[in-house]
């Protein structure tokens, strides 16, 4: 049964009893994130919802799922590796937060696991869906297409690299994950492959047929571009935040490659034809 924000609070400990009470279920899947990277590393009042949501309100809900006999399923990020080396990143991998946010995703990880063994954390990176993000106004291949179309010049970076995955493929692979009965642990998902932003920008527009005045730029001149038009620069971000889904693969579990993922994305939103 999906609950939404409306639905449920999950910074109130009492409200996540009774519904886990009510509902008795066997899984619960933990989507709830405070993720504005940039407010949460400048912003007071950010950074401490984010530490409600991703961290306090991640130890009350695994704690009472442990309680109910429940398991859960917590989603959080590639950001937590920082820059400790190239990828692709083990699940058992170093870590070195280097924001706010990512700090608070790590602190989240370590109390939902010590809550319960038989909890999941399941870390993905570059999220973009069909519905959107409520919390950022959108997604990234929403904002290049908009931008693209405005006629603007669009600026993207061109040496952080990861691997976008599309939320439709990430959900269909969680559940296709429990299916096996799984142990519980980390388990990186996303889909197959790696590139930069600029590269991720680029295919946007290759695919749907759009010129656009697209640039690259490194990460440091980026920030600098930001702070001269009176912007706060970006909070850092990982170099190189490329997965390896090994626990996952081994138990039969694999997404398809990022550009077939997009392709599927941009149908569906009606950006281009099959």
């Known amino acids: 049964m999906p609950l939404e924000r409306r639905d449920l609070d999950v910074t109130d400990p009492a409200a996540v009893d009774r519904v886990l009470a009510a509902h008795r279920p066997a899984w619960v899947i933990n989507t709830a994130a405070c993720h504005r990277v940039d407010d949460i590393e400048r912003d007071p009042a950010a950074r401490a919802r984010a530490l409600a949501v991703n961290v306090a309100a991640a130890d009350d809900l695994a704690r009472a799922c442990a309680r109910v006999g429940a398991r859960l399923v917590h ?14 990143h083990a699940e058992d991998g170093p870590v070195a937060p280097q924001s706010v946010y990512a700090v608070t995703k790590l602190a989240g990880e370590f109390l ?3 809550a ?3 909890h999941l954390v399941i870390r993905s990176a570059g999220l ?11 997604n990234f ?3 290049m297409l908009r931008k693209a179309r405005a006629g603007e010049e669009i600026r993207v970076v061109t040496d952080q690299v990861l691997t ?13 994950l429990l299916a096996t009965g799984p142990p519980g642990g980390v388990y990186h998902l996303t889909n197959a492959g790696r590139c930069s932003w600029h590269e991720f920008a680029a295919a946007i527009f290759a695919l749907c047929g759009i010129e656009a005045a697209l640039h690259g ?5 980026y920030a600098a571009l930001v702070a001269r038009a009176g912007g706060t620069p970006p909070a850092p971000r990982p170099p190189d935040s490329v997965l390896a889904n090994t626990r996952a693969a081994a138990r039969g579990v ?3 490659p990022w550009r077939e993922a997009l392709a599927a994305y941009l149908v569906a939103k009606d950006h281009r034809r099959r």
Do not use: N, Q
């Open 75 to 88: 989603l959080s990020t590639d950001y937590v590796f920082g820059d400790v080396g190239p990828g692709p």
């Open 112 to 114: 939902v696991r010590r």
């Open 116 to 118: 319960s063994p038989a």
């Open 128 to 138: 973009y869906g069909v519905a959107g993000s409520s919390g950022k106004g959108g």
């Open 141 to 143: 291949v929403e904002t």
């Open 164 to 176: 976008p995955t599309y939320t439709a493929d990430l959900a269909a692979a969680i559940a296709r």
């Open 217 to 221: 730029v490194p990460t440091r001149e």
């Open 254 to 256: 694999t997404l398809r």
